[in-house]
């Protein structure tokens, strides 16, 4: 068995490596190779933490396995240790010997932002010029950072219900060379591309916010109860989403769904874009929205993407197990 610790995964993984995983895996998950297991998320009675596992199965790629983690509340304050924490499984599918353990805290966040970068690159209008974040925490940096590359943006505006957090974007857009302006809500109709990754239980973005052509990756919204858009704006838009069944179930979609304004049959697999099947974008005033949940073999996949690069690097740690 292989081992590649979280130390190592930053000199690793690059952008470019987890989107093209991510972007494989949506498509055999759209064609009917890869599937998702249902989702264990478990309130511990311990340390107020969450735990859970994400599992799937790629017949394609043959990578099988788990991820398995949560959210430790206290680990900050009382370790030191940041509060996500998450180890990826993968097995071996022709004898279900566990082949390696990962790292997978930072794959988690480079997996996410790749995520919204592939529906950027398949939904989002080829002359996009300005994008906008709704949010500024942990992960809205990689999400902001991976989705400059999608495409020649000329200007970065941000809102957060936190504005003190603002800078973190302003950073990452001044690392880019692109211009940064914080705006109001409503400001944000002058964005063509916009990403939500907010912790939020009401909607920010409502649809009048949003002008005709705008691209929208949610992606924030990964638990039943949790909101960053008016749920109108899912009627207005076409609706991709990573998992369709996580989608209405615990997406920004379930909100939709639940007031009768979309149906599940409304929601396409942005894989399915990717393969063809679908059209996706057919005019330039079309408002897309993709619906990013997280799913288990987006983490077996960039975790298998890096076992192989620590293998060409000689730094995977070999154990006999
Ligand atoms: P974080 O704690 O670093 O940042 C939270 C963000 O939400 C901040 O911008 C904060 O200002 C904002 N926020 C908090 N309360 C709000 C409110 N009431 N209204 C509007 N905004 C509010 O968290 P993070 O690591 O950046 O994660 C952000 C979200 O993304 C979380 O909900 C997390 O579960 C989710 N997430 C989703 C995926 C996925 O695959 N879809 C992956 C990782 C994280």
Redesign the pocket.
Known sequence: MLIVPEREIADLMTREAAFDAVEKVFAAMASGDAYNFPVIREAIGHEDALYGFKGGFDRAGLTLGLKAGGYWPNNLEKRGLIN?QSTVFLFDPDTGKPSAMVGGNLL??LR?AA?SSVSIKHLARKDAKVIGMI??????TFQLRAALEQRAFEKVIGW???PE?LPNLAKVAEEAGVPFEAVDLPGMDEADVIIS??????P?LMADHVSPGTHLAC?????KG?QEVEAGLLARASVFTDEVAQSISIGEAQHAIAEGLIRESDIAQLGAMINGTHPGRTSDDQITLYD???VGL?DLAVAAAVVDLAVERGIAIEVDF
């Open positions: 996500h988690t966040a996410t995520a949010g500024a925490g942990h992960q809205a957060n219900y936190h957090m990754i907010t912790s939020a239980f009401s920010s992606m924030g919204t990964d638990t949790k990013g949940t997280g987006q």
